[in-house]
């Protein structure tokens, strides 16, 4: 598909905007990653985060889990990010929770720690249990963000009602157990839009690649807002996800063969504080590791080269994560 001059003149402006996205990129020596600040939260992360969702599978031990989270954060990764459906935690080795819980006891204070609440317990009572459990799981007092989890699955009028999901985590915040709230998902943009316009969002996940962004635009429907809102945005889904859907701790993920390219691309979205990747080896978190640390945006040959592909491959990707509108 040809670039028509619209597009040419859109995408030449976010280039130029993601070239100056590496002002607020710093970098504290040599080694270590280069940091962003989260929002209106205030707090500066790596610009690449550990997701966890390859680790719920029974293929890792805690053992291997343990030794994969702390080359995570030998390379200066800072946010880790898992959920309780990462894993079943009546299996073998437990979910991905459980299996942080030796790392965490070394280095819950030097991290950015978040985790989720799902739309099975939607309520407010509900929401707050799954907080109490999840750290319960983990063996820590508290978390620094839980998301709701992919909130498309979430009825919005009960969910921002006074004992719907907002008003658990709201509760969960007042006793002490998270200190921000977030939204994650990869469907329905506009639900996310209309969370963070009760102003009470303070970081929201969602799906920014270069093929995604053709049908579900989060980029155009959810960051402007997000953006008025001071509320922090993190990129997921940076390479596609995992082929079928397989988090079995070996898949690849579907946009391998543009790893770095993907990864540039996502970071260099206007208002991207950090790409949250999900690893199963050491070498995958070695390998995009030194993509982030020398980050520089997409010149805008690669940035129109990339774009291309990334239409050719959205085009087999119609409602891949479900929904885009209801």
Same mark, same amino acid.
């Given at each position: ?11 030449? &402006? ?21 940091? %962003? +600040? ?32 702390? +080359? ?9 990010? +898992? ?9 073998? !080795? ?6 942080? *819980? ?16 799902? #739309?099975?317990?939607?309520? *407010? ?39 719907? #999901? ?24 506009? %639900?996310?839009?209309? #969370? ?13 690649? !270069? ?14 807002? &997000? ?14 996800? #995992? ?36 690893? $199963?080896?050491?070498?995958?978190? %070695?390998? &995009?590791? &030194?993509?982030?640390?020398?980050? *520089?945006?997409? $010149? ?16 087999? *990707? ?9």
């Amino acid at each position: 598909m040809a670039l028509t001059r619209r597009d040419f003149i859109k995408d030449s &402006a976010l280039a130029a905007s993601a070239a100056a996205l590496a002002a607020d990129t710093a970098q504290a020596e040599p080694a270590a990653l280069p940091r %962003r +600040t989260l929002g209106r939260i205030g707090r500066k992360e790596s610009i690449l985060g550990f997701g966890a969702a390859p680790m719920g599978s029974d293929n890792s031990t805690p053992e291997e889990c343990d030794r994969l989270l702390q +080359t995570a954060f030998d390379l200066g990764i800072t946010y880790f990010d +898992t959920a309780p459906v990462y894993g079943e935690p009546k299996s073998r !080795f437990g979910n991905s929770e459980m299996k942080m *819980r030796a790392f965490l006891q070394r280095h819950r204070n030097d991290i950015f720690l978040v985790t989720k609440a799902n #739309a099975q317990r939607q309520d *407010r009572d509900g929401m707050l249990r799954q907080v109490e459990e999840s750290l319960q799981r983990m063996g820590v007092d508290s978390v620094d963000l839980v998301h709701i989890h992919n909130l498309g699955d979430f009825d919005m009028d009960r969910l921002l009602g006074p004992q719907g #999901a907002l008003a658990g985590l709201r509760e969960a915040k007042r006793r002490g157990l998270t200190r921000w709230i977030g939204t994650s998902g990869h469907m329905r943009p506009v %639900r996310f839009a209309k #969370a963070i316009e009760t102003g009470e969002i303070d970081l929201t996940m969602n799906t920014l690649n !270069f093929a995604d962004r053709v049908n579900y635009d989060f980029e155009g429907l959810v960051l402007p807002v &997000a953006r008025r809102h001071g509320t922090a945005v993190v990129a997921m889904k940076v390479l596609g996800g #995992a082929v079928q859907w397989r988090y079995d701790g070996k898949t690849r993920g579907v946009f391998a063969e543009h790893h770095a390219q993907a990864i540039r691309y996502a970071l260099g979205i206007p208002g991207v504080c950090c790409a949250v990747i999900g690893f $199963s080896t050491p070498e995958e978190v %070695r390998q &995009a590791a &030194a993509v982030a640390r020398s980050f *520089r945006p997409l $010149s805008r040959e690669e940035h129109t080269a990339l774009l291309e592909a990334g239409r050719r491959l959205a085009a087999g *990707r119609v409602d891949y994560y479900g929904p885009v509108t209801g």
